[in-house]
């Protein structure tokens, strides 16, 4: 039986988020949004700012960021089902997923506020369930042995 892993249920939350959000914006593409909208999208794209050196419109700047949002999204997610769930990896993912709910709830639409939200509380029992404490202070102690071990062969000494 597989143990519930709230750092693999957060790195499919953000891959599920991403890939939606890339989808959104592909559909949006894809079909004629209502008349009020093509006239903000129009104004947006009408409306040019000098950004760092370069000229980018309002529309140019909302797509790249929203884009850039979904594939920031899924690499973090995959990232996420990548490495070994460390404390420190559920310490930075509670502190970039609690804020991101904040953020979530204030500005955007219902259905990131439930992936993020669900995410965010994966990360918090993550966290204070603990976990793979023991495999981080293995890995620290083996670290240890190592640089001791390179320290006696670096000064003459035998290895037992």
Do not use: C
């Amino acid at each position: 039986m597989t143990r519930y892993n709230p750092t693999r249920l957060i790195g499919w939350l953000l891959v599920a988020t991403g890939s939606g959000h890339a989808t959104l914006v592909a559909v949006g593409y894809a079909t004629t949004p209502p008349a009020d909208e093509r006239a903000v999208r129009a104004l947006m794209a009408a409306t040019a700012i000098p950004v760092a050196g370069l000229e980018r419109s309002y529309w140019d700047l909302f797509q790249g960021f929203s884009l850039m949002m979904a594939l920031m999204l899924v690499g973090l997610g995959a990232l996420v089902l990548l490495v070994e769930p460390t404390r420190s990896v559920k310490v930075l993912l509670a502190v970039v997923l609690v804020p991101a709910l904040a953020i979530s709830v204030l500005l955007l639409p219902p259905p990131p506020i439930v992936l993020i939200g669900l995410a965010a509380v994966a990360a918090t029992v993550g966290l204070l369930r603990g976990g793979p404490r023991q495999v981080e202070r293995a890995g620290r102690e083996r670290h240890q042995q190592l640089t001791v071990d390179r320290d006696q062969a670096d000064a003459g000494t035998t290895i037992q």
